[in-house]
Nanobody, 124 residues
Framework: QVQLVESGGGLVQAGGSLRLSCAAS????????MGWFRQAPGKERDFVGR????????YYADSVSGRFTISRDNAKNTVYLQMNSLKPEDTAVYYC?????????????????WGQGTQVTVSS
């Protein structure tokens, strides 16, 4: 059974940084793609970025490109989301998700497994 557990959320001032972690267990993830999404109150769940576990290929939403970086640690089965230059509009619950096909599209429906989410709040 696939389990994804996010951690690292919190309260940070605008311009600050946070690093989120997503610990994955229950499968061999070498062929998976791992995505990060976020959902602000009253809004839809939006794509943030994704990484392929096999070769570390990444791509990002325009809104975070250049500020956020996704990486992975194969030995720890953990994916990270480094968030720099945070803005109040980055405030949301952040989720990691796993796509067994290895594609990792920008639509949430591409992902079969989800974590419980971690709250990120950026104050102005």
């Amino acid at each position: 059974q696939v389990q994804l557990v996010e951690s690292g959320g919190g309260l940070v001032q605008a311009g600050g940084s946070l690093r989120l972690s997503c610990a994955a267990s229950g499968r061999t993830f070498s062929s998976y793609a791992m995505g990060w999404f976020r959902q602000a109150p009253g809004k839809e769940r939006d794509f943030v970025g994704r990484i392929t576990w096999s070769d570390g290929n990444t791509y990002y939403a325009d809104s975070v490109s250049g500020r956020f970086t996704i990486s992975r640690d194969n030995a720890k089965n953990t994916v990270y989301l480094q968030m720099n230059s945070l803005k109040p509009e980055d405030t949301a619950v952040y989720y990691c998700a796993a796509d067994p096909t290895g594609w990792g599209g920008f639509m949430s429906g591409s992902y079969d497994y989800w974590g419980q989410g971690t709250q990120v709040t950026v104050s102005s």
